[in-house]
Each structure stands twice: as structure tokens, then as C-alpha cells.
């Protein structure tokens, strides 16, 4: 890598440009362009992302202040007006950056591949987040009376701390109704919070045989077949047996197991269901605690998308921009992974935004001691519950 490079031209070549290409190629998407493309409005869009601009007309001021270096940064010669980017954005096949997304998702995963909870299998956490619009521009992505907004649910890899999969409906979609488009793997572990308490989805995880651990609501009855006496520092009850309510046990005929555990420091307790019925209850535990990454890569997504009228207005060129960031974030991933950096991700990210025009190799970025005490995005907000 060529140290006289910038920063920002140095993460570019981690992306697959052969493989976008043959995207665009798929869907048209350089037909009639002379000089903006696909992959200039790529690098612009992540651009912005990394260097967190506040709106189109801040990154377009940007890119002006760095004439000079506009070529070098590998977003060519040509000036970028507000106007064309906003074009490409409301203009453009959404599906281009989808499914690069899609691709930078699956490599990330590939590539960053761990075990660290010691079980087989993958382990992923899935929540979702509202991304609020202003209904006055945003008309299309009604909410509530007064409010816009659309959903993004993620299914996230714990272990390998990056976004599997991504589905995008209207905010008003039930959290619920985004579990029958997972792709589910055999022997994967699946966690989801109280919002997923839909025992047909579970029973669908359970019959391909993968397993799932989701936060049940205070009223779940199960009558007990059995049940373990000695229990660890902390669980409360420990049983097998089946639900004991028509629905729920029509939707869910088979065993599975509850357990109620108590957090040590609040004093909170917790009742859990899971078809695992062999783990120990401090593993079950630990893969509900580790639910909580992916509320740091919400934070972040939301951080860094500044969905204002100048980016474009259609639902179109809002799907484009959490794309971007998606692939941004996962072209991090992959660098923090592939040049072993010391580093979080989050402190990767915060690194890189105020660097992207410097002239350093990336490793030696890195390694400067003027960013050895960097704050990471997430300040406490990982949960201490289950110290066994």
C-alpha cells in the first residue's frame, strides 16, 4: 500500500470494484452518465458518512475545500454539484448498493469469523431501529400522524461484531412480522428481545434445527416436566416442559426450556425461553448479554445518516443512504480485521474521520499516541447482567 496515498484512497482499495461494477452492469445503472458513476456517487456518499457530514450542501463545501486532492482521493476530476448527487441518489437503482451491501455483509462475516462464546455455530442477535424522517418531506414514509419514519431490521453477528442481513419496511411494520425473512442456518443460535415473543417463528427455528434465546414477557406460562434443583448463584428456576395457553401451545407443541435469572446489581429479574435445553443456564445468559452490539451499530448507522431534502426525497434515495453506510461500516470491519489493528471498530471509525485527507499509511494512522486515549462511541451502554 502506497504510504504518498490518502487515507480515504487507501480504505478504497479494500472495496471489490470488479464486483460492483458487474452491479451496475446488472442494472444499468452508468446508462446516459458521462461523468458521475455509480462508483463516484459511492465514494462521495461514504464520504460524507466517514467524515459525518451534517448535509449534501456540508459535503458538497468539502469536497470543494479539497479540490486539489479530488482525484487522489479516487472521486475524479470532475466537481461534484449538490444537484448531481442529489440526482443520482432519488435517480438511481437502489438495488446497486443493496446488493454490494449485501456482498460487503457477507465478507465481513466471513472474514471476522469467531468463537468467541466457545458453542458451535453462529450466534446472531436480531433488533431492529426506526430511522425518523420529516413527514412534510418524506410524505411517502407516514408513521403516525404527525411523524415519519421507515424500520431497518438487522440481523447481527455478535461474534464477528457486523451486520449479516438487513431488511428495510415502513416503520410501522411490526417488529414480529421481519422474523419469517431471516435466513436461518442449521445450528445457529438466535436471539431476540421481548418485541419477538411470535412462537410460530420460533417453532420455525426450532424445526431446521437452530436455536433461539428470546426475552419472554412476565405472563408466559409453562407447566413444568422437569426441572433442575441445583441451580448456579443467580437463576431463579430452571425448567422444561410446555405452554399451558391454547395459542401459544398450538403455535409451539413441542418442550422448551424457561429460565428466570436474576442481574446481581439491579436486582432485575429476567425469564428467558430457549430450545437449547442442554446449555448451562450462565451460556444462555451470555448469549442474551451479548444481544447488546448491535444496539452500538444502531448507534453508529444513525450517527452517521443525515437523511435531509438535499440528499433526495424518494424512498429510493433514503435506501441508498443507509446502504452506503452499511457498506462503510462493513469496509471498516474488514480493514480493522485484515491489518490486525489494536482497535475497536468504533475507535477505527472515529480515527479514520478526521484523517481521510491525511497522508499516512493506515498503519502507522494507527499507531500515532495522539490517539491512544480515543473515546469509543459506546460510552457504558453495554449491559453487566448474569456475572456469574
Same mark, same amino acid.
Given at each position: 500500500?502506497?504510504?504518498?496515498?490518502?487515507?480515504?484512497?487507501?480504505?478504497?482499495?479494500?472495496?471489490?470494484? =470488479?464486483?460492483?461494477?458487474?452491479?451496475?452492469?446488472?442494472?444499468?445503472?452508468?446508462?446516459?452518465?458521462?461523468?458521475?458513476?455509480?462508483?463516484?456517487?459511492?465514494?462521495?456518499?461514504?464520504?460524507?458518512?466517514?467524515?459525518?457530514?451534517?448535509?449534501?450542501?456540508?459535503?458538497?463545501?468539502?469536497?470543494?475545500?479539497?479540490?486539489?486532492?479530488?482525484? /487522489?482521493?479516487?472521486?475524479?476530476?470532475?466537481?461534484?454539484? +449538490?444537484?448531481?448527487?442529489?440526482?443520482?441518489?432519488?435517480?438511481?437503482?437502489?438495488?446497486?448498493?443493496?446488493?454490494?451491501?449485501?456482498?460487503?455483509? +457477507?465478507?465481513?462475516?466471513?472474514?471476522?469469523?469467531?468463537?468467541?462464546? =466457545?458453542?458451535?455455530?453462529?450466534?446472531?442477535?436480531?433488533?431492529?431501529?426506526?430511522?425518523?424522517?420529516?413527514?412534510?418531506?418524506?410524505?411517502?414514509?407516514?408513521?403516525?400522524? /404527525?411523524?415519519?419514519?421507515?424500520?431497518?431490521?438487522?440481523?447481527?453477528?455478535?461474534?464477528?461484531?457486523?451486520?449479516?442481513?438487513?431488511?428495510?419496511?415502513?416503520?410501522?411494520?411490526?417488529?414480529?412480522?421481519?422474523?419469517?425473512?431471516?435466513?436461518?442456518?442449521?445450528?445457529?443460535?438466535?436471539?431476540?428481545?421481548?418485541?419477538?415473543?411470535?412462537?410460530?417463528?420460533?417453532?420455525?427455528?426450532?424445526?431446521?434445527?437452530?436455536?433461539?434465546?428470546?426475552?419472554?414477557?412476565?405472563?408466559?406460562?409453562?407447566?413444568?416436566?422437569?426441572?433442575?434443583?441445583?441451580?448456579?448463584?443467580?437463576?431463579? $428456576?430452571?425448567?422444561?416442559?410446555?405452554?399451558?395457553?391454547?395459542? $401459544?401451545?398450538?403455535?409451539?407443541?413441542?418442550?422448551?426450556?424457561?429460565?428466570?435469572?436474576?442481574?446481581?446489581?439491579?436486582?432485575?429479574?429476567?425469564?428467558?425461553?430457549?430450545?437449547?435445553?442442554?446449555?448451562?443456564?450462565?451460556?444462555?445468559?451470555?448469549?442474551?448479554?451479548?444481544?447488546? $452490539?448491535?444496539?452500538?451499530?444502531?448507534?453508529?448507522?444513525?450517527?452517521?445518516?443525515?437523511?435531509?431534502?438535499?440528499?433526495?426525497?424518494?424512498?429510493?434515495?433514503?435506501?441508498?443512504?443507509?446502504?452506503?453506510?452499511?457498506?462503510?461500516?462493513?469496509?471498516?470491519?474488514?480493514?480493522?480485521?485484515?491489518?490486525?489493528?489494536?482497535?475497536?471498530?468504533?475507535?477505527?471509525?472515529?480515527?479514520?474521520?478526521?484523517?481521510?485527507?491525511?497522508?499516512?499509511?493506515?498503519?502507522?494512522?494507527?499507531?500515532?499516541?495522539?490517539?491512544?486515549?480515543?473515546?469509543?462511541?459506546?460510552?457504558?451502554?453495554?449491559?453487566?447482567?448474569?456475572?456469574?
Amino acid at each position: 500500500m502506497n504510504q504518498d496515498k490518502y487515507v480515504f484512497a487507501q480504505l478504497v482499495e479494500f472495496l471489490n470494484n =470488479d464486483k460492483f461494477r458487474r452491479l451496475v452492469d446488472k442494472y444499468d445503472g452508468n446508462r446516459y452518465v458521462k461523468h458521475f458513476t455509480c462508483w463516484s456517487q459511492l465514494l462521495a456518499m461514504m464520504f460524507g458518512q466517514l467524515s459525518n457530514r451534517e448535509s449534501l450542501r456540508d459535503l458538497i463545501v468539502a469536497l470543494e475545500a479539497h479540490q486539489g486532492k479530488r482525484y /487522489h482521493l479516487g472521486l475524479g476530476r470532475e466537481p461534484i454539484a +449538490k444537484t448531481t448527487l442529489a440526482s443520482a441518489n432519488q435517480n438511481r437503482d437502489y438495488r446497486i448498493f443493496e446488493d454490494f451491501a449485501f456482498y460487503m455483509m +457477507k465478507e465481513a462475516c466471513e472474514k471476522r469469523a469467531t468463537n468467541i462464546l =466457545d458453542i458451535p455455530g453462529r450466534k446472531y442477535a436480531f433488533d431492529s431501529t426506526t430511522i425518523d424522517l420529516c413527514l412534510s418531506v418524506f410524505e411517502w414514509a407516514k408513521f403516525r400522524k /404527525h411523524k415519519g419514519g421507515i424500520k431497518m431490521h438487522t440481523l447481527y453477528d455478535v461474534e464477528a461484531e457486523v451486520p449479516a442481513f438487513v431488511h428495510i419496511t415502513p416503520a410501522n411494520i411490526h417488529d414480529t412480522k421481519a422474523m419469517s425473512v431471516i435466513p436461518y442456518e442449521r445450528g445457529a443460535h438466535y436471539i431476540f428481545d421481548r418485541g419477538y415473543n411470535d412462537f410460530g417463528n420460533l417453532y420455525t427455528i426450532d424445526r431446521i434445527g437452530a436455536f433461539f434465546v428470546v426475552r419472554a414477557k412476565t405472563n408466559v406460562r409453562i407447566k413444568p416436566k422437569t426441572w433442575k434443583r441445583r441451580l448456579p448463584e443467580g437463576v431463579i $428456576s430452571d425448567v422444561i416442559g410446555c405452554f399451558t395457553v391454547y395459542k $401459544s401451545s398450538k403455535d409451539y407443541p413441542d418442550e422448551l426450556r424457561k429460565l428466570i435469572v436474576e442481574d446481581p446489581e439491579s436486582g432485575t429479574r429476567y425469564i428467558f425461553l430457549t430450545n437449547n435445553l442442554d446449555a448451562s443456564a450462565e451460556l444462555i445468559s451470555r448469549l442474551y448479554r451479548n444481544r447488546w $452490539s448491535v444496539e452500538l451499530f444502531f448507534k453508529w448507522i444513525k450517527q452517521h445518516l443525515k437523511i435531509k431534502r438535499f440528499w433526495g426525497t424518494s424512498e429510493n434515495a433514503v435506501r441508498i443512504q443507509i446502504y452506503c453506510a452499511i457498506i462503510t461500516y462493513c469496509l471498516v470491519a474488514i480493514v480493522q480485521h485484515d491489518m490486525k489493528l489494536e482497535r475497536s471498530i468504533y475507535e477505527t471509525l472515529q480515527i479514520l474521520g478526521i484523517s481521510l485527507t491525511d497522508k499516512t499509511h493506515l498503519r502507522d494512522l494507527f499507531d500515532k499516541s495522539n490517539f491512544k486515549n480515543i473515546k469509543e462511541l459506546n460510552d457504558s451502554s453495554e449491559s453487566n447482567l448474569f456475572n456469574f
